[in-house]
């Protein structure tokens, strides 16, 4: 199927065309991605891949979709881990029972996602690949120690997510492999957790946005930041906690996260200082908030 449908007197959006695959196995769509030599970009949601296909930013000879096949979605226990598919929908994230339980980060992030529409369609996996500095996912699948399984047809291999994202949209992803799975491990009861991020028009991608988990007893904690460098950047704060979430504590925080910031960059939405400033800012707001629900 091409990518070219034409309608008379219309410029079409994605001129260019490709092969159009929709597998029914995993094993399929791994054939599929194998043959195509690098060549071929994997479809889940559409609400990146398609937007860069518009703009011409992505020039794909073959889109393999990812819909029709089975077990790629859903939240499940597995012992101290929840298993949560790669098509999984950001409202299940925002709905499911086991997420609000285990890992009530990611329902707090999926909320920001967008609007209704999007919620329903686009997949964690795919803001994962992605890896836009400023989603929501990136810093707390960071806070909570989750880990990106990757299948290909060679096999099955596991990447700590503070190691899956490499530069600006750039994973640690090869060739031929699909992100499968992301598996994130249930936080003790008594943690406490908080996700916060500055926009200017709500369901815009975030300015910053920052992740924390303050473990039970308030004596160790982490933060994670996005949106002030390519990637996400992860800060212990048990050092600065240890002795009580105290004004002094939670400036050690800030100036921690300012530090962690250096790699700001900036654009339309303010300057490589304001990024710094705000990482700081937003690093005391989750550590302050995620502290007060620990126990």
């Known amino acids: 199927m091409g990518g070219d449908l034409r309608r008379p007197g219309r410029k079409p959006m994605i001129s260019r065309e490709y092969e159009f695959h929709a597998p029914k196995t995993l094993n399929e769509a791994l054939s599929l991605l194998e043959k195509s030599g690098g060549n071929a970009k994997l479809i889940a949601g559409g609400m990146s891949l398609v937007p860069m296909m518009t703009l011409g930013l992505a020039h794909p000879d073959a889109v393999i979709s990812l819909n029709k096949v089975p077990g790629l979605d859903g939240v499940k226990e597995d012992g101290g881990v929840l298993a949560i598919g790669a098509m999984t929908r950001h409202h299940v994230l925002k709905t ?21 529409q999007v919620r329903h369609r686009g997949t964690l996996g795919g803001v994962l690949v992605h890896a836009d500095p400023a989603a929501d996912y990136l810093p707390v699948c960071l806070a909570l120690g989750a880990q990106i399984k990757l299948q ?33 491990p249930k936080l003790p009861a008594g943690s406490g957790s908080s996700y916060q991020r ?31 460098g390519p990637t996400p950047v992860m800060i ?19 100036d921690a996260a300012f530090a962690a910031a250096e790699n700001a960059y900036g654009d339309l939405n303010g300057d490589a200082k304001y990024k710094q400033a705000m ?17």
Do not use: C
């Open 96 to 116: 499911n029972p086991l997420i609000a339980q285990h890992a009530p980060l990611l329902a707090e992030a999926a909320k920001y996602v967008g609007d209704v």
């Open 236 to 254: 212990d704060v048990s050092a600065h906690i240890a002795s009580g979430v105290s004004d002094d504590a939670l400036r050690r925080v800030s």
């Open 198 to 228: 500055l926009h200017r028009v709500e369901g815009n991608y975030a300015i910053v946005n920052a992740a924390a988990v303050v473990e039970p007893g308030k004596k160790k904690g982490r933060v994670a930041l996005g949106g002030v």
């Open 279 to 295: 990482a700081r800012v937003y690093a005391q707001r989750v550590v302050r908030a995620a502290a007060a629900q620990a126990q």
């Open 152 to 184: 290909s047809a060679k096999g099955v291999r596991t990447v700590e997510a503070r190691d899956f994202f490499k530069d600006i949209m750039t994973t640690s992803i090869e060739d031929g492999e699909i992100l499968v799975e992301v598996r994130v």
